[in-house]
Structure formats: structure tokens, C-alpha cells
């Protein structure tokens, strides 16, 4: 196994992720940021959350398979949203719970990161995936 998750004592606890990751292994791949557009670039479910983060996550796993890795593979995802509000935390997780059980993502998650930022590439998208994975 190139990847070992976990979270150790004392660290905040219960989150849907596990605090660190530890990688051996000399291939780094990193994915660009995935957004919620089919193969053709049109938009995927606009304006609605669960949804967009699903299909990033979808477009996140064929960047890895590109790659030959896969989700199991990733020692960081990294989410950018817009308009961030608590709020959003349920539809987000949902999205992701909808993709883990679709694509074997593990859950706990690998250390994640939920960054809000004023905008991102056009303005109907809500959430960008970014994910970086180590193979040996």
C-alpha cells in the first residue's frame, strides 16, 4: 500500500476525513481542478450542489484512471466553492457520499480541505476539485 490514511489522538474528531496522509512511492499525480462539465465541456446540473460535486468527483476519478490510479491512490483532496454558508455542508457531503459509493472513493476521506473563494472558471460552477495521488 503506497498510501496510509489516519488521524491521530487529540485531533479533532468526528470529520468525514482522516487528518493525515503518508505516501511512499516515486510517481506523483496531480489533478487539475474538476468541475461539473461532461466530456464536451458543457455544464453539468447547474445551480445545484450534490450534484456538481458529484460529476467533479466523477471527472476527478478519469483524470486519476488516466493516470493508473485511483481514489484509494489519493493523499489530498483540495475543494474550492463559491458562497460557502453552513448551510452547504449537507447538500456538499451528500454529493460526495453519492460518488464514494459510485466510484470505491474511502471513506473516512483522505485530509481535505473546503476553501471558499469568490468565483471560480464560469459562473454557474459551485465547487472545483483538485486531487494529488502517489504511486510507486
Do not use: C
Amino acid at each position: 500500500m503506497t498510501v496510509q490514511t489516519f488521524s491521530p489522538d487529540g485531533m479533532f474528531q468526528p470529520v468525514p476525513y482522516h487528518h493525515v496522509a503518508v505516501a511512499t512511492g516515486s510517481r506523483h499525480v496531480h489533478v487539475a481542478g474538476q468541475i461539473a462539465r461532461d466530456g464536451a465541456g458543457n455544464p453539468v446540473a447547474t445551480g445545484d450542489l450534490t450534484e456538481q460535486v458529484a460529476q467533479a468527483l466523477r471527472n476527478t476519478a478519469r483524470g486519476l484512471a488516466g493516470a493508473g490510479a485511483s481514489f484509494s491512490d489519493v493523499v489530498r483532496l483540495r475543494f474550492f466553492t463559491t458562497g460557502w454558508h453552513p448551510e452547504m455542508m449537507e447538500p456538499f457531503l451528500t454529493g460526495i457520499e453519492k460518488a464514494a459509493e459510485e466510484l470505491g472513493i474511502p471513506t473516512p476521506l483522505p485530509p481535505l480541505s473546503v476553501i471558499d473563494v469568490a468565483y471560480l472558471f464560469e459562473p454557474d460552477v459551485l465547487v472545483e476539485v483538485e486531487a494529488y495521488a502517489v504511486l510507486d
